[in-house]
């Protein structure tokens, strides 16, 4: 099984970013990093591909699951490394 394609849009010092940067390192997945900080273009990208307005949201495989609270949900109930190709 190869690893899931993973991006995520962030900020530097948000919290739930941290976390989620934290999370994905723990389980060696590779994840490219889209910073939205002060960037409004990207923002708006970000909101119109998720539907959010809150970072981080992340992306596996180009399908939106959310962000930290879900990615963490999703580990707790075993499904994470699914979707993360692990």
Known sequence: MSAAKVVMYATRFCPYCMRA???LKKKGVEFE?????????????????SGRNTVPQIFI?????GGYDDIAALNRAGELDSLLGI
């Open 21 to 23: 940067r934290s999370l």
């Open 33 to 49: 990093e889209i910073s939205v900080g002060g960037d409004r273009e990207l923002w708006a990208e970000m909101e119109q591909r």
């Open 61 to 65: 495989d180009d399908k939106p699951v």
